[in-house]
């Protein structure tokens, strides 16, 4: 069925079920950033594949919501559908929440899975809808009667993270959120993001596509743990050490009556982003919620030394396989031969270096690898039909991370192909110093991302030039690769909470320039925030650079680099040459000698 077809059978059902506008979002039931296949209702009612959009269909109309990251794509595959492309943060777009309430009519009913929206989101659009007298009806899955051949449900098997990998028992990380909980008086905590609750009892899993995540809800008690999850997935392993921590199984549609079981006594701690709509009216509603942010979502992002030692070994093995991958890549240059490789070869031949470094799992991401022009798209994701072969005298922009064993990993660079036109050039070498700037700052504890973003901007400001994305974001431990609560990025959350930079927590750092038509630049390095000096004035902090992958210097316009410039980046690449090379051959370890020289 084409998308056009999927549209015309959706609003016949719309009208047989009275309902005037559907909304479908880019989510599961526990709103992962990425989803299994199962999930992927918008893009198998759009066409649309990138990870983020809205979907809201009338009965004449169909609109996209999508943020900058996806503009260009989406217009792409969009193309010779009848949704229209609604560009988030552009002057002229509505909110979703809005175009919603000015298209609804007086009366009218407004359609969702509740299990895809969460509970704040729904609040706010019954909220808003009041004025309309219009109601919500959220418990209708109509593309379920139209995707016939939908994927089922991942019967993937768990696996676990032993003490030497997570550095925390269950017992002592339950142990503080009780304490957490008991300062809100509350007596039980929904857990429904899958990664608070990995890490809260040390299990993982391969159900979201990208990320080593379980599907499960968890309810904690004063004395007792639910997990809420297809048993058949677990081992008797798993079944036992679950079990020593009094955690009790419960199959995963279950939660949607435990529920209904709370009693008017029961407080109960919900996160708003996280719970999802469904679950949250199906408590009664005489049990007093209390709705702040997952106590997990703070602990996690503060990694400890043992995940912090681990992470470190990750980023050694992919530093190996990243460098091994450029110095294909440059051989084949000198040899006249890149034309014979691709966007999609290419990355292929990346994760065959990654692989080969043992204890890999899959990649944290769709693979980003834009040769000429597809660099511009800033998450592109090359297909048949859109991936070019390599040319002498381009960039290839190559954005892309693993999960190991060890821990995850989030990489970009940017490669010269041959000799490249000095823009070309003069856009790399200010991107760089954008990262270069955020890499060796010192600054103050209780500093937020907000603070610090413009020291990297800077660099492409004074050329009057920007990025349509934060330069920051948290990174998980085997888990999401984009973790909150922090980010690097100017703009204050909508919900106007800003959280500081804490020990321990790890950041990318991603300036990028997008020259559509021409050519895109992005490169990324993660940074783990340590302590560092504590005197009169305070406690200070600092960066610590944790990826291993030299930067092009065939790439760098050196007029445009300053004596501060030039240590920072001569630093980085000795500690590159110290901790990679030893994993190199002897020809291999050779140019990297070269290519990490001082400038």
């Given amino acids: 069925m084409y998308v056009n077809e999927k549209l015309a059978a959706l609003r016949q059902l719309m009208k047989e079920k009275k309902i005037d506008i559907y909304l479908i979002p880019t989510a599961d039931f526990h709103n992962s950033e990425n989803v299994g296949d199962y999930f992927k209702v918008r ?8 990870s983020a959009g809205t979907l809201v269909i009338t009965a004449n109309y169909a609109g ?34 809005d175009f919603i309430v000015d298209a609804i009519p007086k009366g009218g009913k407004l359609g969702f899975d509740g299990r895809v929206v969460m509970y704040g989101e729904g609040k706010q659009l019954a909220l808003r809808l009041k004025r309309k007298e219009a109601s919500l009806v959220y418990d209708l899955d109509l593309v379920n009667e139209i995707w016939l051949d939908r994927p089922s449900l991942s019967k993937n098997k ?35 993001s899958l990664d608070d609750t990995g890490w809260l009892l040390n299990i993982r899993g ?38 020593k921590d009094k955690v009790i199984l419960k199959d995963y549609n279950q939660i949607y009556k ?40 703070l602990m996690k992002a503060m990694k400890n030394e043992v995940e912090i030692n681990n992470i470190i070994n990750a980023h050694i093995k992919d530093g190996v396989a990243h460098t091994k991958f450029i110095y294909w890549l440059k051989q084949l240059v000198k040899s ?27 990649p944290s991401f769709s693979p980003i690898f834009g040769h000429g022009p597809n660099g511009a798209v800033i998450h592109y994701s090359s297909t048949e039909e859109t991936n070019r072969n390599l040319e002498i005298g381009t960039l290839l922009l190559t954005d892309s991370g693993s999960h190991f064993m060890q821990g995850s990993t989030d990489i970009t660079r940017t490669h010269a192909l041959g000799e490249i036109p000095l823009e070309f050039k003069k856009d790399y070498t200010r991107v760089l110093k954008a990262n270069l700037a955020l890499s060796k700052l010192k600054f103050m504890e209780g500093i937020a991302g907000q603070n610090i973003d413009i020291l990297a901007r800077q660099h492409l400001w004074e050329n009057y030039q920007n990025y349509n994305h934060g330069t920051g974001h948290g990174v998980g431990y085997i888990g999401n690769i984009h973790e909150g609560p922090v980010n690097i990025r100017w ?10 930079l804490r020990e321990g927590m790890i950041l990318s750092n991603e300036p990028g320039l997008y020259i559509a038509g021409s050519h895109g630049i992005r490169l990324e390095n993660e940074l783990l925030v340590r302590k560092t000096v504590k005197n009169e004035f305070g406690q ?58 001082e400038i």
């Fill in 64 to 97: 996209l919501w999508t943020d900058g990251r996806y503009f260009l794509q989406a217009e792409r595959e969009l193309a010779g559908t009848r949704i229209e492309l609604q560009k988030m943060g552009e002057e002229e777009t509505p909110s979703v929440i």
């Fill in 43 to 50: 893009e198998y009612m759009s066409g649309f594949t990138g």
């Fill in 491 to 500: 703009q204050i959350p909508l919900n106007g909470q800003v959280e500081a």
């Fill in 336 to 362: 006249g031969k890149i034309s014979e490789q691709n966007e999609i070869s290419a990355s292929d031949r990346l994760v065959e270096f990654r692989k080969a470094q043992g204890d890999y799992i899959f």
């Fill in 540 to 597: 200070f902090m600092e960066f610590e650079v944790i990826t291993y992958v030299p930067f092009d210097l065939e790439a760098i316009d050196f007029s445009l680099m300053t004596d501060v410039d030039r240590k920072e980046l001569n630093k980085y690449h000795a500690k590159v040459y110290e901790l990679i090379a030893p994993h190199l051959t002897k020809e291999e370890r050779e140019w990297l000698k070269e290519v990490t020289r």
């Fill in 158 to 192: 768990a696996f676990s993270l032993s003490l030497e990998q997570a550095g925390e028992t269950v017992a002592d990380k339950l142990s503080r959120v009780r304490k957490e909980m008991h300062s809100y008086g509350a007596n039980a905590h929904i857990i429904t």
């Fill in 258 to 297: 435990t529920v209904k079981e709370f009693e008017y006594s029961d407080v109960v701690l919900v996160d708003p982003d996280l719970l999802n709509y469904a679950i949250y009216n199906n408590i009664p509603k005489e049990v007093t919620l209390v709705e702040k942010r997952n106590p997990t979502i």
């Fill in 206 to 243: 391969t159900d979201v596509e990208f990320f080593p995540l379980l599907l499960s809800y968890t309810i904690v008690y004063e004395n007792k743990v639910e997990l809420y999850v297809d048993k058949s997935k677990l081992s008797d392993e798993i079944k036992v050490n679950l079990a």
